[in-house]
């Protein structure tokens, strides 16, 4: 049987890994909010987050509510991202609540300053941000981000939760597709 993980080059960051970073980020999270007895609002950024958000909040003793938004940024088999647009979101009320922004991978920056902007038109009492990956030599000076799992080097990645092309959400952890599957765009 031929399997996905037949696709993969290389792995970047083991399960392993990824689950002792996220355990440290929700203890990090957690010291963030000490007197938040109401808890918080998540909003995260669908599909690639779907993964990393699961992980983390079974992590995360807080109360919370949680949202969802989806963006798309990358159409088909590209690596190159085409700019964020807003296409649907499932939202509790965000006024006065503090709200958590929750994305899988910062690497222009356009999904997150779409949602922060977003989230901050809506009212809330604080807004913080959490990503699981960050291209550090992609990701603009000036947008903020409160915690970040990991700081990567600027290569198209996929698995736990990023996909490719709609596919490889479900490898368990974050990797590097063989190069001849790229079809289109940058990658490694
Ligand atoms: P940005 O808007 O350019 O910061 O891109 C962020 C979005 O693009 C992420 O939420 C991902 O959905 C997607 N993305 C960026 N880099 C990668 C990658 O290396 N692999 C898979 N998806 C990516
Ligand atoms: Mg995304």
Redesign the pocket.
């Given at each position: 049987m031929a399997t996905m993980r037949e696709d993969v080059d290389r792995i970047v960051i083991s399960e392993r890994t990824l689950a002792e970073r996220v355990a440290d980020m929700a203890r990090e999270i957690a010291g963030g909010y000490p007197d938040t007895g109401e808890g918080i609002t998540i909003v995260t950024?669908l599909?690639?987050?779907l993964v990393f958000l699961s992980d983390l909040i079974r992590r995360l003793p807080l109360r919370m509510r949680i949202g969802l938004i989806t963006?798309s940024?990358?159409a088909g088999k590209t690596?190159l991202?085409s700019?964020?647009t807003f296409e649907s979101a499932i939202l509790p009320d965000l006024c006065n609540r503090h709200v958590l922004i929750v994305?899988?991978?910062?690497?222009?920056?356009?999904?997150?300053?779409?949602v922060q902007s977003q989230v901050g038109a809506a009212g809330p009492r604080s807004v913080k941000t959490a990503v699981l990956?960050r291209?550090t030599s992609?990701?603009p000076k000036d947008l903020k981000v409160d915690y970040v799992g990991f700081d990567i080097d600027d290569?198209?990645?996929?698995g736990y939760g990023?996909?490719?092309d709609g596919l490889y959400r479900n490898l368990p952890y974050i990797a590097v597709l063989k190069t001849e599957l790229y079809q289109a765009g940058r990658h490694v």
């Open positions: 950024i599909a690639g987050s963006v940024s990358y690596t991202s700019g964020a994305d899988d991978i910062l690497e222009t920056g356009g999904t997150l300053r779409l990956l291209k992609r990701a290569l198209f990645v996929v990023l996909d490719y």
